[in-house]
């Protein structure tokens, strides 16, 4: 059976204060689920917020991570620094550090691969833009950036990957793809994967919509049969908005 997530992705948002607080109301709130919740956080609050949650069942999370385990790469953190710090995921790919920091599929490839060398989990994100949906090249779109990314891992490795679907014209914009579009994408990536690693890798693969997702409309996307949580932006900044959708 597929595991169910919720993933919090802060962005670069809350001070360290602030991120105590959204957390201990995440705790405070949270009840037994029958999903994983992950909270993905700015860098400089692991420590405080990892020894908050001890005890807890929640994870945390790091949003990106450099392609070289060290070196001199001024300002960059590497995959072994976050395990250090007891991080269990990592988000690779998300559509804001594709379109703002040029990362593309061969340098995620790379990323992938030194993250679970170190054990960590992925998250990998992957969508299209609203000028590549409306030109009709999406599926073709998401499917290579996964073939690009994942497709040189074996079925062994691939348990430790999650796939992240973010339509990034519903980023941000207020915009949320419709229960069928998200349904029709993920069914899209789980044949896609099913071509490469077979039907037992895809149907244990979890995949996450990552487009505007709200207390309104959790529900009725973590209904379809290949929605298997979300990856969730804005509302994750809001405790009670966050447990709505972690209760959906």
């Given at each position: 059976?597929?595991?169910?997530?919720?993933?919090?992705?802060?962005?670069?948002?809350?001070?360290?204060?602030?991120?105590k607080?959204?957390?201990?109301?995440?705790?405070?709130?949270?009840?037994?689920?029958?999903?994983?919740?992950?909270?993905?956080?700015?860098?400089?609050?692991?420590?405080?917020?990892?020894?908050?949650?001890?005890?807890?069942?929640?994870?945390?999370?790091?949003?990106?991570?450099?392609?070289?385990?060290?070196?001199?790469?001024?300002?960059?953190?590497?995959?072994?620094?976050?395990?250090?710090?007891?991080?269990?995921?990592?988000?690779?790919?998300?559509s804001?550090?594709?379109?703002?920091?040029?990362?593309?599929?061969?340098?995620?490839?790379?990323?992938?691969?030194?993250?679970?060398?170190?054990?960590?989990?992925?998250?990998?994100?992957?969508?299209?833009?609203?000028?590549?949906?409306?030109?009709?090249?999406?599926?073709?779109?998401?499917?290579?950036?996964?073939?690009?990314?994942?497709?040189?891992?074996?079925?062994?490795?691939?348990?430790?990957?999650?796939i992240?679907?973010?339509?990034?014209?519903?980023i941000?914009?207020?915009?949320?793809?419709?229960?069928?579009?998200?349904?029709e994408?993920?069914?899209?990536?789980?044949?896609?994967?099913?071509?490469?690693?077979?039907?037992?890798?895809?149907?244990?693969?979890?995949?996450?919509?990552?487009?505007?997702?709200?207390?309104?409309?959790?529900?009725?996307?973590?209904?379809?049969?290949?929605?298997?949580?979300?990856?969730?932006?804005?509302?994750?900044?809001?405790?009670?908005?966050?447990?709505?959708?972690?209760?959906?």
């Amino acid at each position: 059976m597929r595991k169910k997530i919720v993933a919090g992705n802060w962005k670069m948002n809350k001070n360290i204060q602030q991120g105590k607080e959204l957390c201990n109301s995440i705790l405070n709130l949270l009840e037994t689920s029958n999903k994983e919740v992950i909270l993905a956080v700015p860098f400089t609050h692991f420590t405080v917020l990892a020894e908050l949650i001890k005890g807890s069942d929640l994870k945390l999370a790091a949003q990106n991570c450099h392609h070289e385990l060290s070196g001199a790469f001024t300002g960059e953190i590497s995959a072994s620094m976050f395990v250090n710090l007891g991080i269990d995921y990592v988000i690779l790919g998300h559509s804001e550090r594709r379109a703002y920091n040029n990362e593309g599929n061969d340098l995620l490839r790379k990323k992938v691969d030194i993250a679970l060398s170190q054990s960590l989990k992925v998250i990998y994100c992957c969508g299209e833009s609203i000028e590549e949906r409306k030109t009709g090249v999406h599926f073709d779109l998401v499917s290579e950036q996964i073939i690009e990314g994942l497709f040189h891992l074996d079925s062994e490795s691939m348990k430790n990957i999650v796939i992240a679907y973010e339509p990034v014209w519903a980023i941000g914009t207020g915009e949320t793809a419709t229960s069928a579009q998200a349904q029709e994408m993920h069914s899209h990536i789980r044949k896609t994967i099913v071509n490469q690693f077979g039907a037992e890798v895809a149907q244990s693969t979890s995949i996450l919509y990552g487009g505007s997702c709200k207390p309104s409309n959790a529900q009725e996307l973590f209904s379809q049969p290949d929605v298997d949580g979300g990856l969730i932006g804005g509302a994750s900044l809001d405790a009670e908005d966050f447990i709505s959708i972690i209760n959906a």
